[in-house]
């Protein structure tokens, strides 16, 4: 196995409205942290694949508790049972004003995969499951639902100790948790966001496409090509990389003359050689989508003209060959099965 865990700690806590903060907490012993790893992998993979990341960093105009017992703890200046009694601490006293009702854990973790070692802060909730017996009995009990994290940061503590400009050195989830939830657990870490996944990734497709109205291009040579750099890219997210500009030539300048590289320096993109994905604005690179007043359409970019066909004058989307499952509700509706 490629993982390692260092040091583990997890705090069950529990807030509900007119009763105290609880908590229980412990730091896995030598013993349970070998028995961590699996647990530690699959919460690393599930993190990996989020669609939805983005960068922050320490500020000094936020609470600089956690940072300051972070760089004690990575400089060896005090023990890991020590800093994460103090982020216990800061976190009941951030869900106390903002005066939220959560039960789950935190979790802190310091662990090492392939050669970069990391340090994550996460809250994971409860879910409740049910399971049957030798008895066959129904028993109900509750889990550490890891597929729904929604609160994690991952720190990267090569970047962060050796690298003090660098603006990826905390990575976070940036997901379906809310505005107000998000803002408390970048309060919680003393953190502002440095770089806008969703917000790089958008203008890398306006990139993209305005370098493929430049050139001379059949519309089957811009799908092929839009679907080399759809793979390309889902390949970065998957292992957690941002792509690079040299490997986004290589995956647009198959059919072209030109080269991808050439034309971004000619332009005015924000965007450097590293370029932070946000998956589900990269999917748009083959999938067109939309809703809205009751209606929510999807479909592959390659239909478009074929089995899809838009009208802009009439604002008519016709649709050849209505997907199997549709149609068996469609019918069904007009009473005609």
Request: proline residues 1%; charged residues 25%; contains cysteine.
């Amino acid at each position: 196995m490629s993982l390692t865990v260092n040091q583990f700690s997890i705090a069950f806590y529990e807030k509900k409205e007119d009763t105290d903060f609880s908590t229980k907490w412990a730091v896995m012993t030598d013993t349970s942290l070998e028995k961590s790893n699996q647990f530690v992998e699959q919460l690393h993979n599930v993190y990996n694949a989020k669609p939805s990341k983005s960068y922050a960093a320490f500020s000094e105009e936020k609470n600089t508790a956690f940072s300051q017992g972070l760089h004690s703890y990575l400089n060896q200046e005090v023990a890991f049972d020590h800093v994460s009694k103090e982020t216990l601490q800061i976190f009941q006293a951030e869900l106390e004003k903002y005066e939220f009702q959560e039960t789950g854990y935190l979790l802190l973790i310091d662990y090492e995969y392939v050669s970069t070692r990391y340090f994550m802060v996460g809250v994971v909730n409860l879910t409740e499951h049910f399971s049957i017996d030798t008895e066959f009995g129904i028993q109900r009990a509750r889990h550490l639902d890891l597929t729904k994290i929604q609160l994690a940061a991952r720190i990267d503590v090569s970047n962060l100790l050796h690298a003090k400009d660098d603006l990826k050195a905390i990575s976070f989830i940036k997901g379906r948790a809310g505005r107000q939830v998000n803002d408390f657990f970048m309060d919680l870490l003393g953190c502002t966001e440095t770089i806008n996944a969703k917000v790089q990734s958008k203008e890398l497709l306006t990139a993209i496409d305005d370098f493929m109205s430049t050139e001379s291009m059949a519309q089957n040579e811009k799908s092929e090509t839009r679907e080399k750099v759809f793979e390309y890219c889902s390949e970065k997210i998957s292992s957690g990389e941002d792509a690079d500009i040299s490997g986004l030539n290589e995956a647009l300048s198959v059919v072209s003359d030109n080269e991808f590289k050439d034309f971004i320096s000619q332009q005015e993109y924000s965007f450097d050689d590293k370029v932070t994905l946000d998956k589900s604005t990269v999917r748009k690179l083959v999938k067109l989508s939309g809703s809205g007043g009751g209606v929510s359409v999807s479909f592959d970019r390659t239909l478009l003209g074929d089995r899809v066909n838009y009208s802009p004058g009439t604002d008519t989307l016709t649709i050849k060959g209505v997907p199997a499952s549709l149609k068996a509700h469609l019918l069904n509706e007009f009473g005609l099965e």
